[in-house]
T-cell receptor, first 113, second 113 residues
């Protein structure tokens, strides 16, 4: 089945730093989504991308849908402590039904000790 | 107020027992999804449900699993005879306006002992 490679697996942030993470796939997707998950909670949608090449921002978050439709990145500018959590990319292809999401393995953001 | 409410938040069950996980969306939706997340791993698609029928299911969703909409509002995921490897967080999700699967519930943590 389709697989998403998300990197890095984990990273440490210092307040004020910019953060970047990305997802790649061997196959194309019609839609890329980025979610954040806090401990014990469900994923929360951050940004949805629907067109190849699309660049979308949501506050300090910026994400792009790769032109080949096989990749996407998420940038967080000027990180703050509440950015800590696990970020998941997800790809979606609409089929005969609404489709289903393929998730990456996540990027865990932690605060630098 | 969350778009989707899941109950129970945590369930411990003995291997071989049946469990029913429940999900109640705020408003009526035709599409509905169940996902699971084994501890520390990625979120995985189980099944999509459209207009009272299964529209898509993954390899994980074998004969031990079933979904229902028993009374027109809430949705249930039933595992007939639980196995140790069924221990995971189970999330229901509904589409948002213009967004696929935008809203995840807070999840039910299932622990099979």
């Amino acid at each position: 089945g389709q697989q998403l490679n998300q990197s890095p697996q984990s990273m440490f942030i210092q307040e004020g730093e910019d953060v970047s993470m990305n997802c790649t796939s061997s196959s194309i997707f019609n839609t890329w989504l980025w979610y954040k998950q806090d401990p014990g909670e469900g994923p929360v949608l951050l940004i949805a991308l629907y067109k190849a090449g699309e660049l979308t921002s949501n506050g300090r978050l910026t994400a792009q849908f790769g032109i080949t439709r096989k990749d996407s990145f998420l940038n967080i500018s000027a990180s703050i402590p509440s950015d800590v959590g696990i970020y998941f990319c997800a790809g979606l292809n609409y089929g005969g039904s609404q489709g289903n999401l393929i998730f990456g393995k996540g990027t865990k953001l932690s605060v630098k000790p | 107020e969350p778009e989707v409410t899941q109950t129970p938040s945590h369930q411990v069950t003995q291997m071989g027992q049946e469990v029913i996980l429940r999900c109640v969306p705020i408003s009526n939706h035709l599409y509905f999804y169940w996902y699971r997340q084994i501890l520390g791993q990625k979120v995985e698609f189980l099944v999509s449900f459209y207009n009272n029928e299964i529209s898509e299911k993954s390899e994980i969703f074998d004969d031990q699993f079933s979904v229902e909409r028993p009374d027109g509002s809430n949705f249930t995921l039933k595992i007939r005879s639980t196995k140790l490897e069924d221990s995971a967080m189970y999330f229901c999700a509904i589409p948002g306006t213009g967004n696929p699967e935008a809203f995840f519930g807070q999840g039910t943590r299932l622990t099979v002992v």
